[in-house]
T-cell receptor, first 113, second 113 residues
């Protein structure tokens, strides 16, 4: 399975944008890029996903590099509720095992008032 | 409201005892998953089921067992053969496919003393 690399932690001030990088240099052409986040003592929740084009939803934006070897999750205005561990996960679109999510250690986002 | 319910939230057991963790979903999802999370780590897949009466081992199935007799239920039994059972256990469900998301429960924190 293709692996992802994320920074261990990032800090942001409240109401400032947060850019979370993810490197996936061995990504295959059929891998989807998914992001989940996990608040303390809770189960993960889905944030966003994409294949090639940039994606926007109510929670965040996903910017995917042209060569797809990296991507960036953008939280436009961080709030204290965005403090969580963010996971970047690749899912092979050619298999039926997409739900077998391979979680790394993720990026701990700290939001300062 | 639709969702995944895990019970109990906290569970204590003596070493050598089997214990069963409950996971129920009313989302009408075919696929269900069990993950384990240790402190400071990402989630690891224990077992998954894509259809009733069928399930497959994940990456760390040793010492665990599951059943899938009903679509909405996927209980996990932690047996005495599991050497380090103390962990945070998370259940998830999804519609099979890649252009969708997984929904997670709030987790059960198991402590074996």
């Amino acid at each position: 399975d293709a692996k992802t690399t994320q920074p261990n932690s990032m800090e942001s001030n409240e109401e400032e944008p947060v850019h979370l990088p993810c490197n996936h240099s061995t990504i295959s052409g059929t891998d989807y890029i998914h992001w989940y986040r996990q608040l303390p003592s809770q189960g993960p929740e889905y944030v966003i996903h994409g294949l090639t084009s940039n994606v926007n939803n109510r929670m965040a934006s996903l910017a995917i590099a042209e060569d797809r070897k990296s991507s960036t999750l953008i939280l436009h205005r961080a709030t204290l509720r965005d403090a969580a561990v963010y996971y970047c996960i690749l899912i092979d679109g050619t298999t039926d095992s997409w739900g077998k999510l391979q979680f790394g250690a993720g990026t701990q986002v700290v939001v300062t008032p | 409201d639709g969702g995944i319910t895990q019970s109990p939230k906290y569970l204590f057991r003596k070493e050598g005892q089997n214990v069963t963790l409950s996971c129920e979903q009313n989302l009408n999802h075919d696929a269900m998953y069990w993950y384990r999370q240790d402190p400071g780590q990402g989630l690891r897949l224990i077992y998954y089921s894509q259809i009733v009466n069928d399930f497959q081992k994940g990456d760390i199935a040793e010492g665990y067992s599951v059943s899938r007799e009903k679509k909405e239920s996927f209980p996990l039994t932690v047996t005495s053969a599991q050497k380090n059972p103390t962990a945070f256990y998370l259940c998830a469900s999804s519609i099979p496919g890649i252009d969708t998301e997984a929904f997670f429960g709030q987790g059960t924190r198991l402590t074996v003393v």
